[in-house]
């Protein structure tokens, strides 16, 4: 009797201080410093205005309009009346109040503060800079609520600035091209979570894809007719700044610059005719640092790039030299012995100190990856880290700035909780204080070999906002559970927003199945993710860039909600057996386990998905395997070990890929599997 008692005390207070942690951080993501709930409430009506006090930029005047339609949008209610929100609007008494102390200006470590206050009729959002106001109004269409008598804005506290100040996105436009309209919505995403840097990756092996009025040979014949005009360019760095975010160019040299060697062969090192690279990976063209005339072509076109992107950072890449064109060369070996130089990576460290200067009176920090990071290299010097936490913490030991890439590459289609637990500053790094004010922040990489303009947004969302998270809220957040709650919905926020990365599936949903059913490849594909690391390119060799990007392995997302629910099921099951929950997992596997009679049928009119059918009847196999674990469980019948490894046989086979995917409910089944035979 007293232990059930205890045992119920324990429920209510674990329901409890759930209760709890879902109030502290609410829907929030990401989940602010500081948040307080109050009783009152704000409600949302027609006569719903917005003013704006204080001295901020113009850019706020559009982003309150914006808020005002998105507000409209989600609510349904017709707050047009106020129209475009003008510096006129400066009621005090408005329904949203948001007052600001001077312009922010886009700049690294500028004042992204805000607080909110609701309650009694009004919403007070107070900022230094409009760039707060930007992140203010952000989570204040996070906190829409709804009841029976409407929506409103709950009566809180809120006080809240990010833990890092480089919030970052690497989009890779170079292996395959993105279009504008692509960037603007990763940017208004991006806003949506608080980050504040666009890193654009523009050339690569693959392409050049930036307009050079100075050496239009490089969009001429290294971009394959697909780039930016500078027009487009400063529409993007307009529409980012906006948002409150900085656009960080990246052109990289000496290697991965097949692209600028195929337009002007002359910089080559070794002399031999230079064509677009159709594959990814690495590989040997790269420039030749000993040519001084190569100085002033960098020189020229470094100059007119960076007069494109007014942020005080330029990114030179400097990754994955393999030097094997520089070791080949007489004339380079020649010139690296006369300089007592000892590795080709000397060679690089000098040709980085060669740039700098052509950086620097453009009035740009240099950056680069952490391969450019060698004896020698100045310290004004921003190291990425990608390679590992070891280069990282080194660049920040050595007494460099630096930035966070490794553990956050989205292009691997890993977890978000695998992102998330990735923490720029771990006790485990022991960095001392100073060490640690050089951590800039992170940045999530999407490389794009393997992703199209349908695709991708699918590949950034919703798992870049765990990342975000992780940039922007302090340490102690780290509740893997609860980040997943809010991804959840943040995802539709981000939906809301235009972006795909929901929508694209039924559009290759209904090109995969020809015109038939959908309906059983959506059950399939709804639990297979693609392979992850870099296995799905069976290392470079499979994909070029001309390779289509809709089959099975495109349909398939990343970290799939709907096997992390099952997972989570069957333990729930294997520790309480309600009936309620048998019914659940019986119904799922009784699904997976019918589907594949309906697949099969399909694949008569749609051969693309043929490489799929391996993976549907493993599917099928592994769900039969499932109910018996759990009619055995039913009848509390123990099954014999011939039993055991017949059904560990078919779960072994259901790990197999197929079409370059991997089910995702194996772990799950074999749970229920060893459970009925212990
Ligand atoms: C990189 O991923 N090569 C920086």
Known sequence: MAQKFILICCALLA??????????????????????????????????????????????????????????????????????????????????????????????????????????????????????????????????????????????????YPRFAWRGLLLDVALHFMPVDQIKRTL???????????????????????????????????????????????????????????????????????????????????????????????????????????????????????SLFPDAYFHIGGDENTGKDWQSEPHIRRFMAERGMKSFMDLQTYFNRRLLPIIEKNGKTMMGWDEILQPGVPKQIVIQSWRGNASFYGSLRQGYRAILSYGYYIDLIQPASYHYQNDPIPDSAALSAQEQQRVLGGEATMWSELVSPLTVDSRIWPRTAAIAERLWSPRSVTDTEDMYRRLDIISLGLEALGLRHRTYKQVLLRQLAHGDDTRSLEVLSDLIEPLKIYERNQGDTMYTVFSPLTKLADLASPDQPQPRIFSREVDSFLLHPSPALRQLLWDKLNCWKQNDALFQRLLLGAPVLREAAGLSRNLSLLAGAGLDAMEALDAGRKMDGAWLEQQLLVAARARQQGGRCELQVVDAVQRLIERAAR
């Open 15 to 160: 329901g409890l201080l759930a209760r709890t942690q879902e109030n502290n951080s609410l829907n929030l993501m990401p989940v602010p410093v500081l948040l307080t709930a109050h009783p009152g409430r704000v409600d949302i009506g027609e006569g719903f205005r917005v003013s704006v006090r204080g001295k901020p930029d113009r850019r706020i005047f559009a982003e309150a309009s914006r808020f005002v339609r998105r507000l409209s949008e989600r609510t349904g209610i017709f707050l047009d009346h106020q129209g475009f929100v003008s510096p006129s609007d400066s009621s005090p008494s408005a329904a949203l109040l948001i007052q600001i102390r001077r312009p922010g200006s886009l700049k690294l470590g500028e004042d992204e503060s805000y607080s909110l206050e609701s309650g009694g009729g009004q919403v007070i959002l107070s900022a230094v800079t409009d760039i707060g106001a930007i992140r203010g109004l952000e989570t204040l269409l996070q906190l829409v609520s709804a009841d029976e008598k409407g929506y409103f804005f709950p009566g809180l506290s809120i006080r809240d």
């Open 188 to 306: 208004d995403g991006m806003a949506c979570v608080k980050m504040n840097v666009l890193h654009l990756h523009l050339c690569n092996d693959q392409g050049f894809r930036v307009e050079s009025r100075r050496f239009p040979r490089l969009q001429q014949v290294a971009s394959d007719g697909v780039y930016y005009t500078q027009q487009e360019i400063r529409e993007l760095v307009a529409y980012a700044s906006q948002r409150g975010i900085r656009i960080v160019p990246e052109f990289v040299v000496p290697a991965h610059t097949t692209a600028i060697l195929t337009a002007y062969p002359q910089w080559a090192s070794v002399k031999r005719k230079y064509s677009l690279q159709r594959y990814f990976g690495v590989f040997d063209p790269v420039m030749d640092p000993t040519n001084e005339r190569l100085y002033p072509f960098l020189d020229t076109l470094f100059s007119e790039m960076a």
